[in-house]
């Protein structure tokens, strides 16, 4: 990816470009916006980690808009693999778009250049995990093509066990 890319979705033209250190306070505010919960501590750590360092794998994208306060989306994945047998794939560990502005194709294309970062980096496969009780994501991923994969979540409450 070069540092942007620009997007124009029904009208609203928007920017797709990595995320810099000038976003993250964005970040923080469109996640707590959106989840009631402002976690600095892990954006920042999420920054550190797939903004600064080995970029050719990680990626932290954002869209914004020129003359627009704040970002309008953001995605961020990895190339990882080997757990388990897993060959090396893309995933997709965070994606959210500003309420005010979705239905305007903005995770479409913040979906849609996350996987070129993919494909750039030798990849021929993504993956994500979504809850079962978030037809939000359920939804948008579903619409992007993704399926049911090759592998089980499993889980045990370690209070319980």
């Known amino acids: 990816m070069t540092d942007e890319t620009e997007q ?24 707590a916006r959106i989840t009631g919960q402002p976690k600095p501590e892990f954006w920042q750590d999420i920054y550190d980690r797939y903004a600064t360092r080995r970029v050719d794998q990680r990626f932290f994208l954002v869209a914004e808009k020129e003359g627009r306060p704040g970002i309008l989306g953001l995605i961020a994945g990895e190339v990882r693999g ?13 994606v959210s778009v500003d309420p005010e502005v979705r239905q305007r194709g903005i995770g479409e294309a913040l979906f849609k250049e996350m996987c070129n970062e993919f494909r750039r980096a030798g990849m021929t496969t993504v993956r994500t995990m979504v809850r079962r ?10 619409s ?5 994969g090759p592998y089980t979540q499993l889980e045990m409450n370690l209070d319980e066990g």
């Open 8 to 31: 124009s979705k029904e009208g609203a033209d928007f920017r797709i470009r990595r995320a810099t250190a000038e976003h993250l306070q964005d970040v923080i505010d469109l996640d």
């Open 82 to 94: 080997w757990e388990f047998g897993s060959q090396p794939c893309g995933w997709v560990f965070a």
């Open 133 to 142: 009780q978030n037809p939000l994501h359920m939804s948008f991923f579903r």
């Open 144 to 148: 992007e093509g993704m399926m049911a």
